[in-house]
DNA sequence: ATGGCTGACACAAAATCCATATCGAGTGAA
DNA sequence: TTCACTCGATATGGATTTTGTGTCAGCCAT
């Protein structure tokens, strides 16, 4: 069996004679005869009613129409469907992020943006923490991971850095350096030697943690680290319940949460927190292609 | 694009390596790697990344083979449905009756036969007029029909007698003729000479009136018509109503009718009434033949 | 480094699909 | 009734397409 004889039986169905259906599909009659004939025999089917004047279908004939007319059809989607796929216009896309990434409006404009340009992209969000997140994209269960730290092991992973913020002080609202507006005077570094800490823990992500340090040794002390908390947003937590101050990247500040504070800083080098994407290097799927290109795309006119 | 292509392909796709997809499919690899190429190329899509060790499905080339595999299914399908209309065992069939045919224990049990034989089979009842049965079987809105008079038009008809029954004398319940036990002392025809009878209208099918006035004229007398009734059961309801008596089919006596007395007649010749199926002769639909041959098969070994 | 496996390419062979010519059956009009 | 016409079936030759054979290049794994 093949296509062809379903094309022409659906032609001389439609036209109710065999020449005339031979006319049609630019063929002559005898071989066109030949292929409904080969059809019938495979099937063990009478599917023409042969007439004195052109033919007739017979109730099977009618049933087989109905069908090889749904399957033409079936393969005229699935080859538009395997086009838009590998154009990745189509297909599925898991999309991870740390509990602080939304935060930074570029990650729901992004996202926004995708769903738009490609509304036939089954896109999932995942939230979890930067560790699992990687894990997760080693076991495919995530295609694309925008964390907020740089990770330790990069194999097998593409790391593109996106966008870069300044980092604010957090503090409790009740610290004498908490100012009532949030936009106060730039803080110096060095009035918070003295000052207890609470870090995004290391393991998890050195990237923000190194640079903290590295920014207080410059300006010239070594701080002071209290409590490590697993999550950016969780620092805030413990802030707020007065465990010490921290440093998180300056979008965080839309989370208005009760008593936290937050001052900018002064100073060079400021601490910044850098917003990257996480993807397979073997990952070839034209979706997560098109995401990228996306994403870089936009992060490079992104307003900084 | 021919269905070997598709063949092919999902060959290559689960086997992993052109050369023992070739194997699998009983031929070689360069003409399998060629059509392939050619599947591509029609499809503008790469569909196998080849790697040194075998190939290997690109994202485009899943949401094929998922595709793929459902056409080639779906042509199963089709071609065993269509092979099972060809045999009848699939398909529609509407039967019509008259609202007195299914009084007869052949019609439900046929009904019901036939049901079971040919489950697949989409069967539709419909109850009506003789003459609109008649029409409904030339306009192809039913196809077959029990009717219980031969029809006066069979122009294109085929009308297959199946079984013959005694009529009854119905009565009403109070006439002096009525006996108490519906199965009392058969009665002579010629006792009726003086009645007046209620008759199923002429026009809607000569047999049965043809044959009660004929039963009468051998009896010796020519009976005298009161009411013409449109439908059998109708003129029980005539009877009921003390309008006369009237000659009805020995079935008819399950239906319990209040007000309604039967009793059996004697002397030859005695009124007989048929049951018959008609259908279009030019329908060459397997399913009615099916039904058809079930239909006189079980009829020639009815208990009569 | 080398042997083995895999896929691509080039050309010959085979299959089959199609075109031409012809026939037969059935229909409609003279 | 007969003749012409239409339409599908059959037979045969040709051409395109598909397949088979031989060969080469590239890449892993030993």
Same mark, same amino acid.
């Not at 109730?59 to 796929?85: K, M, N, P, Q």
């Not at 440093?247 to 100073?267: C, I, K």
């Given at each position: 069996m093949e296509l062809r004889h379903l094309r022409y039986f659906i032609a001389v169905a439609e036209e109710g004679y065999i020449t005339r259906a031979a006319e049609r599909l630019g063929m002559q009659q005898p071989p066109l005869s030949q292929q409904i004939r080969a059809l019938e025999r495979e099937l063990g089917v009478q599917l023409l009613r042969r007439k004195p004047r052109g033919v007739e279908l017979t109730e099977a004939g009618r049933a087989l129409l109905a069908d090889a007319r749904a399957i033409l059809s079936h393969i005229d989607h699935a080859f538009a469907a395997t086009r838009r796929t590998a154009r990745g216009e189509l297909g599925r896309l898991v999309v991870g992020f740390t509990s602080s990434a939304p935060f930074h409006p570029f990650v729901p404009r992004v996202i926004r943006a995708f769903r738009d340009s490609a509304p036939d992209i089954a896109l999932t969000l995942e939230e979890s923490g930067t560790t699992d997140l990687i894990d997760?994209?080693?076991?495919?269960?995530?295609?694309?991971? =925008?964390?907020? /730290?740089?990770?330790?092991? #990069?194999?097998?992973?593409?790391?593109?850095? *996106?966008?870069?913020?300044?980092?604010? *002080?957090?503090?409790?609202? /009740? +610290?004498?350096?908490?100012?009532?507006?949030?936009?106060?005077?730039?803080?110096?570094?060095?009035?918070?030697?003295?000052? /207890? =800490?609470?870090?995004?823990?290391? +393991?998890?992500?050195?990237?923000?943690?190194?640079?903290?340090?590295?920014?207080? +040794?410059?300006a010239g002390f070594s701080p002071h680290i209290g @409590?490590?908390?697993?999550?950016?947003?969780?620092?805030?937590?413990?802030?707020?319940?007065? *465990?010490?101050?921290?440093?998180?990247?300056?979008? *965080? @500040?839309?989370?208005?949460?009760?008593?936290?504070?937050?001052?900018?800083?002064?100073?060079?080098? @400021?601490?910044?927190?850098? #917003?990257?994407?996480?993807?397979?290097?073997?990952? /070839?799927s034209p979706v997560l292609r098109r995401f990228l290109d996306l994403v870089k795309r936009m992060a490079r006119t992104f307003p900084r």
């Amino acid at each position: 069996m093949e296509l062809r004889h379903l094309r022409y039986f659906i032609a001389v169905a439609e036209e109710g004679y065999i020449t005339r259906a031979a006319e049609r599909l630019g063929m002559q009659q005898p071989p066109l005869s030949q292929q409904i004939r080969a059809l019938e025999r495979e099937l063990g089917v009478q599917l023409l009613r042969r007439k004195p004047r052109g033919v007739e279908l017979t109730e099977a004939g009618r049933a087989l129409l109905a069908d090889a007319r749904a399957i033409l059809s079936h393969i005229d989607h699935a080859f538009a469907a395997t086009r838009r796929t590998a154009r990745g216009e189509l297909g599925r896309l898991v999309v991870g992020f740390t509990s602080s990434a939304p935060f930074h409006p570029f990650v729901p404009r992004v996202i926004r943006a995708f769903r738009d340009s490609a509304p036939d992209i089954a896109l999932t969000l995942e939230e979890s923490g930067t560790t699992d997140l990687i894990d997760d994209l080693r076991h495919e269960r995530v295609d694309a991971a =925008f964390i907020r /730290t740089q990770v330790a092991d #990069l194999a097998g992973l593409t790391v593109n850095p *996106l966008l870069e913020e300044a980092m604010l *002080l957090a503090l409790p609202a /009740t +610290h004498p350096l908490a100012n009532d507006s949030a936009e106060g005077p730039p803080l110096p570094l060095t009035a918070l030697a003295a000052e /207890t =800490f609470v870090v995004y823990r290391r +393991h998890s992500g050195p990237g923000l943690y190194d640079s903290i340090i590295a920014a207080c +040794h410059a300006a010239g002390f070594s701080p002071h680290i209290g @409590q490590e908390a697993p999550r950016i947003v969780s620092t805030l937590n413990l802030v707020a319940a007065g *465990l010490g101050l921290a440093l998180v990247p300056a979008s *965080l @500040q839309r989370m208005q949460m009760d008593g936290v504070a937050y001052r900018r800083l002064r100073g060079t080098p @400021q601490p910044r927190a850098p #917003l990257l994407l996480a993807t397979r290097r073997a990952d /070839t799927s034209p979706v997560l292609r098109r995401f990228l290109d996306l994403v870089k795309r936009m992060a490079r006119t992104f307003p900084r």
